[in-house]
């Protein structure tokens, strides 16, 4: 059921990631999925049942570690254990890609998602993430 994301479904998943409160008016989630699609260091995998889609996860490596970002069920899919499948198939991506650790960053307004994180085994790390505005 977890397959690359189909060409068919790029706008479904920007709307699933709308939906669940993923997106942010300064960043432009089209872009995003473009730019992972874009090459081999990246994919965005989906959870896609009787031609809908149902979860997505995007994932990538900048050759250090992996990275998760996009990882979203749709709310009357949630709590059925396709949040668990998606990380799963998340890892193993990055695992097949010659990566041993894989992070995530969780917003400080979405707190409460940490629990998934933690009955997944992921564990809060002690450092502050710094970023800066290139554009
Ligand atoms: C977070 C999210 C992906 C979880 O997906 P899901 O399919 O509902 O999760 P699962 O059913 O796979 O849950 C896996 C386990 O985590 C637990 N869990 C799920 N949400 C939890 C929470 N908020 N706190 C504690 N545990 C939680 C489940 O009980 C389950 O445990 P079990 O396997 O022992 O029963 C989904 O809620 C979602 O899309 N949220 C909105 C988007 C979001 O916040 N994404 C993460 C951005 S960092």
Known sequence: MIVELPAALYDEAVALWREVGLTRPWNDPDADLRNALGGPSSAVLA????GALLGTVMVGTDGHRGWMYYLAVAPTAQGRGLGRQLVAAAEGWVLAAGIPKVMLMVRTS???V????EALGYEVNPVATLGKRLN
């Open 47 to 50: 959870w896609v049942e009787d």
């Open 110 to 112: 979405n707190e409460l």
């Open 114 to 117: 940490l629990g998934f994180y």
